[in-house]
T-cell receptor, first 114, second 117 residues
Framework: AQKITQTQPGMFVQEKEAVTLDCTYDTSDPSYGLFWYKQPSSGEMIFLIYQGSYDQQNATEGRYSLNFQKARKSANLVISASQLGDSAMYFC???????????FGSGTKLNVKP | DTGVSQDPRHKITKRGQNVTFRCDPISEHNRLYWYRQTLGQGPEFLTY????????KSRLLSDRFSAERPKGSFSTLEIQRTEQGDSAMYLC???????????????FGSGTQLSVL
């Protein structure tokens, strides 16, 4: 069965510091995609970063990077130089071998302190 | 590209009434998904369309729920005989046919917040 696990319901980080949000996944599919989304209090889901299961290098998008450890089935999001606007819910998601569904974790609420 | 549009933004209804939500995906996107999200939780998959074909349905989608995507463009999600447990945010998302990579990401609408009294 496909499953995404986010074990940190809430995190605090000081402004300008880096923070890591944990995500582990479970799948038997040989090919899959991993995503991180940000959901501010306004509710919209904002795509942050993508990692393919066959990608050799960790994905990076500006201040976001994905620490992909395939053997451990983990896909942690690293946010460098946190900003107050980073305060939001963060969801890890996975697309399996087909595109019929994406699985989401329960999310981590990040609070950035000034 | 105007993004994924959902209507209405908010819906308040009484228990037992029927409600219908509409989703207009990004025009060139063949894939359309419906999700349900309750407060503090991640989105839960409801159903998936490839063009007009409904290819996947969650067990969460009881016989009171039905979704359509006529002509492979907009989609509707209907809930019959609503219950208080149906209160949630209903999210629609679309994506283009997979070309691999980040292009396969989901583009979400702003959602329809349903409150069943």
């Amino acid at each position: 069965a496909q499953k995404i696990t986010q074990t940190q319901p809430g995190m605090f980080v000081q402004e300008k510091e880096a923070v890591t949000l944990d995500c582990t996944y479970d799948t038997s599919d040989p090919s899959y995609g991993l995503f991180w989304y940000k959901q501010p209090s306004s509710g919209e889901m904002i795509f942050l970063i993508y990692q393919g299961s066959y990608d050799q290098q960790n994905a990076t998008e500006g201040r976001y990077s994905l620490n992909f450890q395939k053997a451990r089935k983990s896909a942690n999001l690293v946010i460098s130089a946190s900003q107050l606007g980073d305060s939001a819910m963060y969801f890890c998601a996975m697309r399996g071998n087909n595109f019929n569904k994406f699985y989401f974790g329960s999310g981590t609420k990040l609070n950035v302190k000034p | 590209d105007t993004g994924v549009s959902q209507d209405p933004r908010h819906k308040i209804t009484k228990r037992g009434q029927n409600v219908t939500f509409r989703c207009d995906p990004i025009s060139e996107h063949n894939r359309l998904y419906w999700y349900r999200q309750t407060l503090g939780q991640g989105p839960e998959f409801l159903t998936y369309f490839q063009n007009e074909a409904q290819l996947e349905k969650s067990r969460l989608l009881s016989d009171r729920f039905s979704a359509e995507r006529p002509k492979g463009s907009f989609s509707t999600l209907e809930i019959q005989r609503t219950e208080q447990g149906d209160s949630a945010m209903y999210l629609c998302a679309s994506s283009p046919d997979g070309t691999g990579g980040a292009n396969e990401k989901l583009f979400f609408g702003s959602g329809t917040q349903l409150s069943v009294l």
